[in-house]
């Protein structure tokens, strides 16, 4: 029997994070790890990880490259699920992952379909890192996954799906007929197992859906499914546009407010999601995307009927919720 | 017989641009038409190009985005070799290009494999435009040829290659032991009629090579044929990292003056090629770059070996020479 690849996770408390260390449990494919910083080691869910029997390496990301290429000490595969507001902090990672022959960095990607540069802060710095990443000539994988089912459905009259929404919801961007790219949170580690250890996507970037819809098509599943009628409501272009720019002035007169950054962040997905139309195949396609469905057809994701009847049955989740 | 392609040359007076002519003429599959700026239609160069029938369009690149999509009518393909010191000019063009609906935007490349970001600023601008192109879904092909076999050989202690040396050089840069990427600069244009005429390349990065040489490979192809002893003179790599300091640090304190910018271009160039090592098929690979050699088996570039032994011929052409 081949030895395990020894995998390191960082970030595997937060909500990417978590899907893809269950993901790489489930397939007793790999020898997984988890790395985490110096004041999380006490935190709740770190220790329900270790109670899983993962082990921990405790690092701070501030810390010398010397010391983290020693932290990453028999890792053949380094993924980053770090948080939005972190990302830069993977630089000197970046470096020691080079330093200590890492085999495949999975950078934190996992977003939407986006332009590389000028039109999403959260893909910008994201930017920043992939680049650091072939500076280094660091063999990676970027994998991104669209938005998520568990934050793309809308609300019902009878309130009965409130439970598992982050913000209750039923706007209509635009004219509602752009497609978007969407995974399941408990999908994405599933498929991160697949393309970590595929050598097609090295040093590729990769895409993974469970469907491809508009929000037109998204309400109709959901009154379809629940036999309720969704009142619509509808945020035209200029108005995103102005979100946008609102949010964006108030960011610039504060630029490292965590909560004006977040505010940035979710009208630039608006904007980039319904005005540019950016989260589609074609335009992933475009800028050199393979499909994860087209690499591994025998995979059977969740789709978003799936999910939605999940949720009518009650048995949704909140995203981001303890 | 179906029409030909109409393509639209800017830059076509410089090195590459008029290789990049040739190479367009001499197919005799497209109709190619020059682009040139108001103040260049008088220049010789510029009616030697009238003079072989080949039709002006004549645009200011700072014009309006709506003057450029005017200028571009009837475009299929777009083909930027503008010079250095302008290619953030190219950025009114782009969205022009888009608005027009032109079918491939080939910009300014044309130069050695070398990471997107951070290490040349030559390069460093091209990612802007990259960028700019990727923001618009602009279908475009990114073509890099190395280091021209023009430049890159040795002089002779007879003197009767210096006719044709940009710059008399005999040095050995590290331990000499580089692969380089080396493309003549006469099978630019043969490449590039290739490459934009192929569906293979729409939307991907292509590199170009006749040779992969080290130095010390070019220097004993250059001795054995020539039958002369060249002196080697060795520059180390601590001698190379300080001339880009110093290029760098001079150019800091005025970033506008073009011959320290040039400086900068030549001194990231020897610090890319042979301390870093990036201009090389195995990294080209890396950053996602397809072989033309590969595209084109049938194409028989000018090797190394041959040019040298033109340029022993007296056939040879100083690079830049009027």
Known sequence: ????????????TGATGSSILDGLLETHQFDVEVLVRPGS???PSVQQIKDR??????????????????????????ISAIGPHDL?????????AKSAGIKRFTPCAFITIAPPQGTMLLRDEKEIIYN????LELPFTVVDVGYWHQISFPCLPSGRVDYAALVPNTTIHGDGNAPNILTDIRDIGRFVSRIIADDRTLNK???????ILTENEILNVAEELSGEKVERQYESVQEMEKRLEDAQSSLSLDPTDPGKRTLVYITQYVYSKYVRQDNQPRYAKYLGYLDARELYPDFKPISFREFFTEVLDGKGKRPYGH
């Open 1 to 12: 029997m081949p030895t395990k690849q020894k995998v390191l996770l960082l970030g595997a």
């Open 41 to 43: 080691v006490e935190k």
């Open 53 to 78: 029997g993962v082990p921990l390496r405790v690092a701070d990301l501030n810390a010398s490259e010397e010391e983290l290429v020693s932290i990453l000490q028999g890792i053949e595969i380094l």
């Open 88 to 96: 830069l902090q993977q630089k000197t990672l970046v470096r020691a």
């Open 132 to 135: 650091e990443i072939k500076r």
């Open 205 to 211: 970037y990769v895409y993974t859906w469970g469907d």
